[in-house]
């Protein structure tokens, strides 16, 4: 409410947050652990979409950009709660655009595969190594690869792209 009150409107909501927990198998997995990150990468995203959609059914016009990764799409090893976060971005980012179809609001999202920013500190570098590992070109993504097709998203240009998942991912993705 602030924010649209600062603004006098909101147009563009893009969530990225984001953690790994840790890099164990799922039967050694912390429960705590595993909430912490449902929380944080689904839950925190679901609130933000919810809250901002009304501000922009009123403004008659929004651009939603969710950001899930790659491991929500294929799952990786000894990173089930991470994976599976995602995964439940992309099926709420499908839903909330059909939800919105009719309207003038555009929800999709961008599946990265690995980016190297801070959330690597959170990482092994044992998974690090195998996230590479599986990226054919050869090399991590870059900050401004994500943040173009992110800009391009939230633009009126993508005016037909709605429930849509977009990779950027190195050639990884494989559907």
Not at 39 to 53: A, M
Not at 69 to 90: D, F, H, L, Q, R
Not at 135 to 140: A, K, Q, S
Request: hydrophobic fraction near 45%.
């Amino acid at each position: 409410e602030a924010t649209a009150v600062d603004l006098g409107k909101i147009d563009i909501l893009v969530c990225s947050a984001g953690i790994t927990g840790p890099n164990t198998t799922v039967a050694d997995y912390p429960v705590a652990d595993w909430r912490e990150v449902i929380d944080v990468n689904l839950n925190g995203l679901f609130y933000c979409n919810k809250f901002v959609v009304p501000f922009m059914v009123k403004n008659g016009y929004g651009r939603i950009v969710n950001i899930a990764s790659v491991a929500g799409k294929e799952g990786n090893p000894n990173a089930s709660a991470y994976s599976a976060s995602k995964a439940g971005v992309i099926g709420l980012t499908k839903s909330l655009g059909k939800e919105l179809a009719k309207t003038e609001i555009r929800v999709n999202c961008v599946t990265p595969a690995a980016v190297k920013t801070a959330i690597f500190d959170q990482m092994t570098q044992q998974h690090i190594d195998f996230m590479l590992s599986k990226i054919p070109i050869g090399r991590f993504g870059g900050i401004s690869e994500v943040a173009s097709l992110v800009c391009w998203l939230a633009s009126a240009e993508a005016s037909f792209s709605t429930g849509a998942v977009f990779d950027v991912s190195g050639g990884r993705a494989t559907y």
